[in-house]
């Protein structure tokens, strides 16, 4: 039998998080490149319904692990999937490149003797071998990555491949009753680090900024741009949160909101595979940054290679000058 | 409290043109200066942070390079940290993830550490698994992308919190000794005190040779390296400020964007 390609459903809190089909639709650019059968796995303390779920979603074989599991635990999930991979042969493992998929992805490789690919943006064939493509520096450039073990831990890089559309029939589920060893880390809460911005998804304008603002006070440039439009709001990469220069609700990328505006504007954003992760669906990215070869430029429709202390204020400067009398 | 912090040296050739094809194997031009990895800063000031908050902690901290990219460790001696090792690689096997952690597990494993830190992932590699990895070496828990902002020790373990998207936050306990990575960001490093930089000036290096050590054949294999297609029209406005804001005005009026 061909050996199978394994897709590890993503949860927190019990509930299926919908990266999992963009990790699917992942498997499926691999079983079209080398014909395998997709299992889906899903751990969990009752995983009857959302495995159901899942396999009339994706209409593909879903299998569910009853193990005692309060919810995600890296310890775990690695005791409990190092052996079941194994005996399933999978050649081809398939996790979301999040923070919940990177916490496990390299560990369970570990214990499978396989590679760990991290952050993977597509895949080709090259011959006998799979070529995947991953971002290195920060996006500047890509390399592309083939594995010598036997088996590959694949991470999914989010919002690069889109989920399949509704399945034609419904997938079989099987499930399966393993014994989760004791674990020495445990989840204490998982809680609302800010109310998803409502303000943030339905704008139509997103102006971001990023570590290139410099000073929380330059900041202001970034709130003077964004006051030029009818309704606009301000976003802020993770470093830019992380700094307390802008509320966390404000979050763009992988560990905050996902937006696709009409207007993109990103002030000072490098352009890591994370921050694009949540911005890449914008209608039209246009990118200020002083770094010719910042990341950002890469997916941007306009390309402005300037300092955005620099270029808002001129700006600025335009619009008022060329305002068009009402 | 012992805490090993693992710091990446990363070639200063980032961001600069000749990293091309040209370059395929990211090997640092010989005598290239070093840097350290950004996120491996922020675990740097995290464990001295913890180090100064109690009567009797010690940081250690552990590198893997050529020749030259101990620089990084004196930096982190000037910056208090008691003691350095440097896991001496001749070869460019220095950027595989697998071999790193191999060779970092290897040359600590005796240390009698009670928290490992290490940055989430390296500017320029990026893979994110070295601190997983050295943590499935040494049998210990790990939690991946932690807020260095948010970590408590106690005598029950190591608290953390960390952003796990959606808008959600999970905060987690971790029996010690345990593995944190940690995201960039604040808190920034602190700058060196005379004080130690004297002291930096007379401490050597624990210097190991990496041929020395145990660690597997690569399983990564980079087949090559390139420049990122542009998905878009990437329209590049050309002239000083002016006429580039000019430009985009008029661009963002044409499709009816701004009035």
């Excluded at chain 1, 569910?64 to 050649?91: F, H, Q």
Aim: one cysteine or more.
């Amino acid at each position: 039998m061909t050996r199978p390609i394994v897709v590890i459903a993503e949860q927190i809190a019990g509930k299926l998080r919908p990266v999992t089909f963009e990790t699917v639709a992942f498997a499926l650019e691999i079983q079209r490149l080398r014909p395998a059968p997709i299992r889906i796995v899903i751990l969990g303390a009752e995983p009857e319904r959302v495995a159901r779920s899942i396999a009339d979603a994706a209409g593909l074989d879903v299998l569910g692990i009853r193990t005692k599991l309060a919810g995600y635990n890296a310890e775990s999930y690695k005791a409990v999937l190092a052996p079941l991979l194994a005996e399933l042969e999978a050649a081809w493992i398939c996790v979301a490149h999040t923070p919940v998929g990177m916490d496990f992805a390299p560990g369970l490789a570990f214990r499978l003797g396989a590679v760990c690919i991290t952050g993977i943006e597509a895949v080709a064939a090259d011959g006998d071998r799979l070529l995947f493509t991953r971002a290195f520096h920060n996006g500047k450039m890509l390399g592309d990555v083939g594995s010598r073990t036997d088996a590959a831990v694949l991470t999914v890089t989010p919002g690069v491949f889109k989920p399949p559309a509704a399945a034609v029939g419904a997938g079989r589920v099987a499930i399966r009753q393993v014994a989760c060893p004791p674990v020495r880390s445990r989840t204490l809460a998982v809680t609302a680090a800010a109310t998803q911005e409502s303000e943030l998804t339905s704008a139509p304008v997103v102006v971001a900024a990023g570590r290139g603002v410099d000073k929380k006070e330059n900041l202001a440039l970034i709130f003077r741009l964004a006051e030029l439009f009818p309704r606009a709001a301000v976003a802020g990469s993770r470093w830019v949160c992380d700094a307390g220069w802008l509320p966390r609700r404000r979050q763009v990328g992988l560990t905050g909101a996902r937006v696709a505006p009409r207007l993109y504007i990103a002030c000072g954003i490098s352009g890591s595979p994370q921050h694009l992760a949540g911005m890449r669906d914008s209608v039209l990215i246009a990118a200020v940054n002083r770094d010719p070869h910042a990341a950002i430029f890469n997916i941007a429709d306009v390309c402005i290679v300037e300092d955005l202390n620099t270029f808002i204020p001129a700006f600025i400067r335009e619009y008022r000058k060329n305002r068009q009398p009402q | 409290m012992k805490m090993l912090v693992c710091l990446k040296p990363i070639p200063e050739t980032e961001g600069s043109t000749d990293l091309t094809a040209a370059n395929p194997s990211f090997a640092p031009p010989a005598g290239s200066p070093f840097r350290m990895n950004a996120p491996d800063e922020a675990a740097l000031e995290l464990a001295l942070q913890l180090r100064d908050a109690r009567p009797a902690g010690r940081v250690e901290a552990v590198s893997v390079g050529p020749p030259g990219s101990e620089a990084v460790l004196k930096r982190a001696l000037g910056l208090g940290v008691d003691h350095g090792i440097h896991i001496l690689a001749a070869s460019d096997l220095f950027l595989n993830p697998a071999v790193t952690a191999a060779w970092i597990a290897a040359a600590v494993r005796n240390g009698n550490y009670d928290l490992f830190l290490a940055g989430v992932l390296s500017e320029d590699g990026m893979h994110g698994q070295v601190g997983p990895l050295v943590a499935e070496h040494l049998s210990i828990p790990c939690a991946a992308g932690v807020q260095p902002t948010r970590v408590e020790v106690s005598g029950e373990g190591v608290r953390v919190e960390r952003l796990i998207g959606e808008g959600l936050r999970d905060s987690l306990q971790l029996a010690l000794p345990a593995m944190l990575t940690v995201q960039a960001g604040p808190p920034k490093l602190r700058y060196p005190s005379l004080s130690n930089i004297l002291r930096a000036r007379e401490q050597q290096l624990a210097v190991i040779c990496a041929d020395r050590l145990a660690a597997p054949e690569p399983g990564m294999a980079i087949v090559g390296f390139r420049r990122p297609q542009k998905s878009r029209a990437g329209l590049i406005l050309k002239g000083g400020s002016a006429e580039k804001a000019q430009q985009f005005l008029k661009l963002l009026r044409e499709k009816g964007l701004l009035g």
